[in-house]
C-alpha cells in the first residue's frame, strides 16, 4: 500500500472515530434538541418506551441516525442497570470517558489534563489492530460539566476542528434517574465535513469499508430481510452502540477492584459486542484483549508524562 494511501485511510479511520466521540446538537429540530433539564429527557423515554423494551437489539437500546449534505448525526438512547447517583458521580472526570472510549477498537490511548479552569481530553485514534500513539491522529477536546444536579447531569466534549477538514465537533451526554435504581441516558454524535472528507470518505466505504453495515434499515431486500444502511452513517450507528457498550461496561466494572478492573473491562466490551456480529466484528478475542493490553501500557506511559 503506497504511503499517501496510507495516509488517507488512517485519515478516515480518524474522522471515523472523531465524529463517533463528538457531535453538534446546536442546530437539532426542537423537538429532538437536547434537553435543558430532566424533565424533557425523561419525556423523550416515556415516547420511545415501547421501542426500549423491544428491539432489534435484545437491550433497552434506542438509535436515531440522519445524513444530511455535509453532516452526520446519531443520537442513542439508553437504559443502565445502575442508579443515577453513581452514573453522575462517576461520569463527571475526564478520567472516566478515557477509560470509556479506549476501549473503543480504534482508540489507541487517551490522555486527560488542566489548563487553568479548562479540562481537556486527547484522542489518539488510528486503525483497529494495535498502533503506537505517535502514529495515531492526536484530537483534542474541551471537557464541560455543563450540568450537575440531584436529578440530571449534561457533559459537553467539543473540538472546533478534525482532520480532513471537518469542523464543529461537538457531543452531548445527558442522564437521568428511573425507577428501580435504573438510569436513562442519551448522547449525540454530530459533526460537518466538506468535500475533501466526501471524497475520501467514499473512496473508503466504495472499497476497504464496502461490506460494513450499520443498524438501520433502508429498506427490506426480495426474500423480505431487512437491507442495513452503510457508508459513514452506518459506520457512525456502529461506534454509537459501541460506545453505549463501553458506558454500560464501565458502570458495571465500576465496583470491580481497580487492579482488575481494566482486564474485567476489556474482556466485558469484547463479550457485548460479540452479540452484534454482523456490524460489530473486527477480530477475535484474544488479538483485540492482546492489542489493549499493550495500547493500555502507551497510555499509561503517556498519562505519566503529563503528571
Request: aromatic share 10%.
Amino acid at each position: 500500500m503506497s504511503h499517501s494511501r496510507r495516509c488517507i485511510i488512517l485519515a478516515v479511520l480518524a474522522v471515523i472515530v472523531w465524529a463517533a466521540t463528538l457531535g453538534r446538537p446546536d442546530d437539532a429540530p426542537a423537538a429532538e434538541s437536547v434537553s435543558g433539564s430532566g424533565q424533557v429527557l425523561l419525556a423523550k423515554h416515556a415516547a420511545i418506551t415501547a421501542d426500549l423494551e423491544k428491539n432489534q437489539y435484545g437491550m433497552p437500546l434506542y438509535l436515531e441516525s440522519i445524513e444530511e449534505s455535509g453532516a452526520l448525526r446519531v443520537d442513542v438512547y439508553g437504559i443502565l442497570d445502575s442508579p443515577f447517583a453513581p452514573v453522575m458521580d462517576a461520569l463527571q472526570t475526564p478520567e472516566s470517558w478515557c477509560d470509556i472510549n479506549f476501549m473503543l477498537l480504534n482508540i489507541k490511548a487517551c490522555t486527560f489534563r488542566q489548563a487553568s479552569d479548562q479540562q481537556f481530553l486527547t484522542l489518539y485514534s488510528g486503525r483497529k489492530y494495535y498502533q503506537a500513539p505517535k502514529d495515531a491522529y492526536e484530537l483534542e477536546l474541551t471537557f464541560h460539566v455543563a450540568a450537575a444536579q440531584q436529578e440530571y447531569i449534561d457533559i459537553e466534549l467539543a473540538g472546533a476542528k478534525g482532520p480532513l477538514g471537518t469542523k464543529d465537533h461537538r457531543s452531548r451526554f445527558e442522564a437521568a434517574p428511573l425507577a428501580n435504581d435504573r438510569t436513562f441516558i442519551h448522547f449525540r454524535y454530530d459533526y460537518s465535513f466538506g468535500a475533501l472528507a466526501r471524497t475520501a470518505m467514499a473512496s473508503y466505504y466504495a472499497t476497504i469499508g464496502r461490506d460494513k453495515k450499520g443498524f438501520s434499515t433502508s429498506a427490506v431486500d426480495g426474500r423480505g430481510k431487512p437491507v442495513y444502511v452503510d457508508g459513514a452513517r452506518g459506520s457512525l450507528e456502529r461506534t454509537a452502540v459501541r460506545s453505549y457498550l463501553a458506558i454500560q461496561t464501565f458502570m458495571d466494572e465500576l465496583e470491580t477492584p481497580g487492579s482488575e478492573r481494566f482486564e474485567r473491562q476489556i474482556e466485558h466490551w469484547y463479550d457485548l459486542t460479540a452479540r452484534f456480529p454482523l456490524q460489530l466484528h473486527e477480530m477475535d478475542k484474544g488479538q483485540y484483549l492482546a492489542n489493549k493490553r499493550r495500547e493500555h501500557s502507551n497510555q499509561l506511559r503517556l498519562q505519566k508524562d503529563l503528571n
